[in-house]
């Protein structure tokens, strides 16, 4: 047996450091509440085995590469395809959780939103048009700086095999319905070259709650970001940020139901 593992480990060793560059993208492929699993899509599976099936509840992404650009339209839920036909069932108030089967930057921030569909099937909405509202965000954890420091994007991740849970409640407070939900993580490890992976899935609300976010939480993508923003377009090597912990997570505040918190934000 073992004569047989170590030429495959080897193997796999070898095909790893070749594709460095290219394993160290990702993206969000499954959500659980509570015990249940739902599958999203993978850009490993052909998108004739994914799309339209009725256990969809992912919009279709095509690759697990970054974008760049806070002008491009597929900043919203990425490269959107045949949105899905089913929901992730939610009452207001659990948890949903992100799981990635492996996350490797570990500089920056990442945030979740909400848009309402309205009367509308998500399916049907142009994500682009979409009026979204932050419910979380994370960012630095702790010093000493902004390239040294832990961020939650380091933090959630895994070295044991298991995969990188990202758990997130929705608001208990907020009006049930038809709802897009979007994870976002910003990758600043190149300096001046933001990567943005941002992935979408349907939700259906449950519950009894009757918020919703005043007008100056609603935002669109693109249209939320400044690409001059410096959270955005940023070096964290540079003398300058050499020192700071300081960092304000881009896009405005999150809306928890109630008030305006400001969390994980060390320095502000
Ligand atoms: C999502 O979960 C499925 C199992 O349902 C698994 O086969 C797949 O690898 C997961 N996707 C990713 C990208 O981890
Ligand atoms: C639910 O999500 C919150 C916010 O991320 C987290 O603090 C909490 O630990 C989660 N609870 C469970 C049971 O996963
Ligand atoms: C959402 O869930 C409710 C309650 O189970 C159900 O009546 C409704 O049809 C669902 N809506 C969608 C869009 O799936
Ligand atoms: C950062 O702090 C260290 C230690 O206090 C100091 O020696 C260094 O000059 C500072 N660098 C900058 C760019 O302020
Ligand atoms: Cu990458």
Redesign the pocket.
Known sequence: MAVMIVPLLLAALAVSLWSGPVVAHG?L??YTVGET?Y??Y???TPASEQIGQSWMVQRPWASIDPIFSVDDKYLACNNPGTPPTSYIPIQAGENITA???YWLHPVGPMSVWLSSCGDADCRDVDVNKAEWFKIWEAGLLDGPNLAEGVWYQKAFQNWDGT?DLWPVTIPASLRPGAYMIRHEILSIHIENKPQFYPECAHLNITGTGTAFPPKQYLKTFPGAYDPNDPSININIYSPENANTTKYIIPGGPVWDGFTVVDKYCLGC
Request: no cysteine; charged share 15%.
């Open positions: 993206g492929s499954n699993w599958r999203g993978s850009p490993d799981v990635y089967y995969p």
